[in-house]
């Protein structure tokens, strides 16, 4: 089967599903008693004035940014569209050319330039000879004492220390 009709009678049955639960949303009880609910529409009514307000404002303070900035309007641009074109009139009546402002494409605008194909030299790969190796010193072979021949510290050791002075504050 070919995609594209296999999708067209998916969106077909959704379209269909759609307007049957549309339909019958529209035909329940609940949904009468909202729509012809005086506040619900006073609320809605509401809604939508206050969005148009909102846009306008919106709309308002745009345009103000734009004049702030000296953008053009759409107006302004086709105002100097048009005293474009009389000038283009004008211009090629004195020259004898017909001078257009259309914009140029960019194949157009660069000249094409034939330039020749440099070869790409492949170099051979050589192997790199290995790094020297550096010469570490010897190590000097120090003689142990036995087990029982170390000097322990011990907390004799520390009691042996004399206190600090204290210092007297004049």
């Known amino acids: 089967m070919n995609f594209k009709l296999l999708l067209d009678e998916a969106i077909n049955r959704g379209e269909k599903i759609k307007t049957e639960v549309l339909a019958e949303v529209l035909k329940s009880k609940a949904i009468k008693e909202i729509v012809s609910n005086k506040n619900f529409i006073s609320a809605v009514t509401r809604i939508i004035e206050t969005k148009d307000e ?16 000296d953008v053009p309007t759409q107006k302004d641009m086709l105002n100097i569209t048009k005293q474009l074109k009389k000038y283009e009139q004008l211009l090629s009546k004195f020259t004898g050319h017909k001078v257009s402002t259309k914009p140029v494409k960019k194949a157009q ?23 020297p190796k550096k010469k570490v010193p010897a190590k000097k072979k120090t003689l142990r004492k036995a087990p029982g021949k170390q000097k322990k510290t011990t907390t004799k050791t520390v009691k042996r220390m004399k206190p600090l002075k204290k210092v007297k504050k004049k």
Request: net charge positive; charged share 45%; glycine share 0%.
């Open 109 to 131: 605008k660069v000249a094409k330039k034939k330039v020749a194909k440099k070869k790409t030299v492949t170099k051979k790969r050589v192997a790199k000879k290995p790094a």
């Open 54 to 69: 909102v846009k306008k404002v919106i709309d308002k303070q745009v345009k103000t940014i734009f004049d702030v900035m």
